[in-house]
């Protein structure tokens, strides 16, 4: 058991949603205003850690936790992660941000129990952050077997060379643990059993943080997105997680609820961008009338509600299928709501900054942050194309075994 949540996810919703109103929203101007004052802009924000005390002491901690370890399923995460999506930077008040949340659930279902002593405990109790270093720049990492970091048995040690970028968490001073993915066994007839999973922890010799990244001029700081090199790293062969061949299995186990976790946030992120659309329609008049009254406007609001709706009873159906046959027989649903909810939120928020002329372009709003978020989670966890290929080949296989 690494939960203990007792009450209902009614409770849940109802308290996290308090929390947010009295401890959240109100510190949205302090946040940045703390981010932009720091030293080092990777570095621990005080105002996060005032309200992760918070959060732990009401039991607001650890939501993400599966059913089966103490938590909540998913069908009963999903409203609490959409409620956290409202502000970019939330869920780690809760300890649910990305990509914790998904290396907390490897190290769960594939750590030995040293490693979970080491890493996972930590993890679970907030002190520390951590990364998972999969995407390379060389070659195209939408394909995981791709991957051509070499992991090299020597002695009694692994020495890992390689390039990584858009590894998110790598620059934050939180950060003490990396999840690295390369390969152990290059030869292997079998793409699939190349690759394997090891643990290199951030101050090991050898391991560079290169350079910080942005996407959309974003830096996503304090966790940032960074390039990676690892430059003759040697860690015990202790770390390696589960044993050599099996990168791509833990990968594709990790990834699943990850996805969804992703898709909830997003609809928390467009419905908030359209409540504030709607307050902004009644403060602002052109042409003699208030916005609210332009059919454009209307249709605009009409469309984005629809496409929230949709996006959201997808996501929930997801999550019980998940629930009911576990994420490896949901993969469909997975793959659907993967496509559809990024774009839903990419283009509602857009009709959002709109609205908002000028200024929903500017860190005035939460709008322009959410919109870089839905933008790059078209490529994180596998690009739109990819998973339209698998979805495409699966639902054609299904029907088409009927004839």
Not at 183 to 198: A, C, F, G, Y
Not at 338 to 367: E, F, N, S, W
Request: with cysteine.
């Amino acid at each position: 058991m690494y939960a203990n949540i007792t009450a209902s996810a009614d409770e849940l919703k109802l308290q996290l949603d308090q929390f947010m109103g009295r401890h959240v929203y109100p510190n949205e101007y302090r946040y940045h205003e703390e981010l932009a004052g720091l030293e080092d802009r990777f570095s621990t924000i005080p105002l996060v850690e005032e309200l992760k005390a918070l959060a732990k002491e009401q039991g607001l901690w650890n939501l993400f936790m599966p059913k089966d370890h103490g938590g909540l399923s998913n069908a009963e995460y999903a409203p609490l992660a959409e409620i956290m999506g409202r502000v970019f930077w939330s869920s780690e008040v809760f300890n649910c941000n990305a990509p914790d949340t998904g290396n907390m659930e490897v190290f769960i279902k594939y750590a030995t129990e040293q490693q979970k002593a080491d890493w996972l405990q930590p993890l679970l109790s907030g002190e520390i952050r951590s990364s998972f270093a999969m995407t390379e720049p060389d070659v195209a990492s939408s394909d995981a077997t791709n991957v051509q970091t070499s992991i090299v048995r020597d002695g009694d040690e692994y020495v890992i060379n390689g390039l990584k970028w858009f590894i998110t968490g790598a620059m934050f001073e939180r950060t003490k643990i990396f999840i690295v993915m390369g390969k152990t066994d290059p030869e292997n007839p079998n793409r699939h059993l190349q690759q394997s999973q090891i643990l290199v922890p951030k101050d090991t010799d050898g391991l560079v943080i290169t350079r910080p990244l942005t996407t959309l001029g974003y830096d996503d700081a304090p966790q940032g997105h960074a390039e990676v090199r690892f430059d003759n790293v040697r860690v015990p062969v202790d770390n390696i997680l589960l044993g050599e061949g099996r990168g791509f299995e833990i990968a594709q186990g990790r990834l699943g609820p990850g996805r969804i976790h992703h898709c909830m946030r997003l609809i928390g992120g467009a419905q908030r961008a359209l409540e504030l659309a709607c307050k902004r329609t009644v403060s602002r008049s052109t042409f003699g009338k208030t916005l609210s009254q332009h059919q454009s406007i209307r249709e605009d609001i009409a469309k984005s509600f629809c496409e929230i709706e949709q996006a959201r009873l997808l996501t929930m159906k997801t999550a019980a299928k998940m629930d009911e046959l576990g994420a490896k027989s949901a993969m469909d649903f997975i793959a659907a709501a993967k496509i559809t909810v990024p774009l839903m939120a990419q283009t509602v928020i857009d009709r959002c900054m709109q609205i908002h002329g000028a200024g929903g372009l500017t860190g005035d709003y939460c709008m322009a942050e959410a919109f870089n978020y839905a933008r790059w989670c078209r490529q994180a966890d596998g690009p739109d194309q990819v998973h339209m290929m698998a979805l495409g080949k699966q639902i054609i296989n299904r029907y088409a075994s009927d004839q």
